[in-house]
């Protein structure tokens, strides 16, 4: 029982550097950006046809620096975030072909509706 406390300590020695609050609160104003930029893409009449599209495109980018930094896959080894990428591309694959399924993409008049 006295090699436990030793052991552990082992296993934690690859520790590594996690970003500072300042560039946590870069992060932040990133994302707030993105979120505006996604409100503002949704009172453009020009770009209605296209909204479901870069409303995913931004979501995603936006999911993925939140994963990377927020949640320490960027720092973590590489394998989790193979498990987290195949995980969330299987969802994303299915949503998307529901969407298709369900006509999301070519509804006609969906400019008129928004």
């Known amino acids: 029982m ?5 052991a552990i300590e082992r296993s934690h020695v690859e520790d590594h550097a996690h970003p500072s609050a300042t560039k ?5 104003v990133i994302l ?4 505006a ?3 503002a893409v949704y009172y453009v009449e020009a770009i209605a046809a296209f909204l479901p599209q870069m409303l995913i495109a931004m979501s995603a980018v936006k999911f993925g620096i939140v994963a990377a930094y927020y949640m320490h896959l960027k720092f973590d080894h590489p394998l989790f975030t193979w498990f987290f990428v ?3 591309a299987l969802a994303a ?4 072909a529901l969407m298709t399924l369900f ?3 070519g509804h006609p008049g969906y400019a008129e509706l928004h």
């Open 32 to 35: 707030g950006l993105i979120t």
């Open 103 to 105: 006509g999301t993409w």
């Open 93 to 96: 694959s299915i949503v998307l």
């Open 2 to 6: 006295s090699d436990q406390p030793h």
């Open 86 to 88: 195949g995980g969330l």
């Open 24 to 28: 946590y609160v870069q992060i932040a």
């Open 37 to 39: 930029a996604e409100v």
